[in-house]
């Protein structure tokens, strides 16, 4: 489907920078946050989750409705922009009703099409921005439908906020960020803003700066990070909040880049690379299909010698061969595992083709 989106911002800048507590828990609490972001002149958009989908019952669910004056009061006293999670068509109603300048979609609500389609139909005819955060899953279709069904609501105004996805196990991310993903999302949509989540990629708060700047280079379009006045005693996602004067000496610390220049050295020098590197594709294109050819020689001999395709010990060589040689240049082994695993693939295809050939 074919989308053309617009800044979520009136006034487009070149990064968006979104910050307030996971959750709004009393009018002190919301209107010191927003005190102490207003302060720092840096904030685009205040964030205070009020409905909060919760992975256990009898955890902190939002104050619900009662919170939506709170961040009124948040706009009439700092000029602060306010942003909330909406998952329901009464959300929406109760979120619009007190003048929320932006809503978004949370991670739990992309992933199913029908709480989209409600909040979609709640929509129609309004226009306020809406930001979607990736699913939970590495499901990139799920993320694009879910923007499109708010787009066939009439909404332009779209961003996408990239949150990391669940993992099992140990890592040292709460969601592993596949970067990959997003990345692929920005150039299918390449006017779509892009904001990066770092704390719900986190979970933490001694990795969010490191989080944020990987954003930046890979030329994302902003920042949302949960911020709070007492982040030890936050009701929900203590971990990984910061304090707003955290927050601004983060902002600082980050090298905000330029996605082009007009300098006409810098763009020559990266045109050389550039070439340099297309040639090299070529190169290595052309040695893996000689590679092929010889895989399918020797699979006609082994056809010839009735000889089976896969020979372990042969292939337990090749692989610690090349992972030696590989990290002598700099490669990681993981890399050299993985492309090599990939091209054995391909040869045993081939040899296969071959002994299937009458
Ligand atoms: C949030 O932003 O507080 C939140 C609930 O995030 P997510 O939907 O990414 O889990
Ligand atoms: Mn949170």
């Not at 921005?129 to 708010?150: C, F, H, Q, S, Y």
């Not at 955290?246 to 050295?265: C, E, I, K, M, V």
């Amino acid at each position: 489907m074919e989308m053309k989106f617009k800044s979520i911002l009136d006034k487009p800048k070149s990064h968006i920078i979104i910050a307030g507590p996971c959750a709004a828990e009393s009018e002190e609490q919301v209107l010191t946050a927003a005190r102490g972001l207003a302060e720092l002149g840096t904030v685009d958009l205040f964030r205070a989750g009020i409905w909060k989908p919760r992975t256990r019952p009898n955890s902190f669910e939002g104050v619900g409705a009662i919170g939506l004056p709170w961040l009124k009061k948040v706009k009439e006293e700092t000029g602060l922009k306010t942003t909330t999670e909406v998952a329901k068509r009464d959300h929406v109603f109760e979120a619009l009703k007190y003048g929320v300048d932006v809503l978004w979609l949370g991670a739990r609500t992309t992933v199913n099409p029908f709480s989209v389609q409600e909040v979609a139909d709640a929509l129609q005819g309004v226009d306020i921005p809406v930001m979607i955060k990736n699913p939970i899953n590495t499901d990139l279709a799920l993320w694009i439908g879910a923007i499109e069904r708010i787009y066939k609501a009439g909404i332009t105004k779209i961003a996408a906020i990239h949150r990391g996805f669940s993992i099992h196990g140990d890592s040292k991310y709460r969601n592993v960020p596949r970067w990959q993903i997003p990345i692929e999302l920005k150039s299918m949509f390449p006017d779509l803003q892009i904001i990066c989540d770092n704390s719900h990629i986190c979970g933490r708060r001694d990795t969010l700066l490191e989080v944020a700047q990987n954003a930046m280079d890979l030329d994302f379009n902003g920042i949302m990070t949960e911020t709070h006045p007492d982040p030890d005693n936050a009701w929900s996602d203590a971990k990984q909040q910061i304090t707003p004067a955290q927050f601004g000496d983060l902002y600082h610390s980050l090298q905000f880049r330029n996605p082009t220049t007009d300098d006409a050295a810098f763009k020559d020098s990266i045109e050389h690379l550039r070439h340099e590197i297309d040639e090299i594709d070529e190169e290595l294109l052309n040695l893996l299909g000689r590679r092929m050819n010889l895989a399918e020689e020797i699979g006609k001999y082994k056809k010839l010698n009735n000889i089976a395709i896969l020979q372990s010990s042969r292939w337990t060589e090749i692989l610690d061969k090349s992972i030696k040689k590989g990290t002598a240049v700099g490669l990681s082994a993981d890399f050299v595992g993985t492309v090599l695993k990939s091209i054995h693939e391909e040869s045993i295809n081939h040899q296969e083709k071959i002994m299937r050939e009458g």
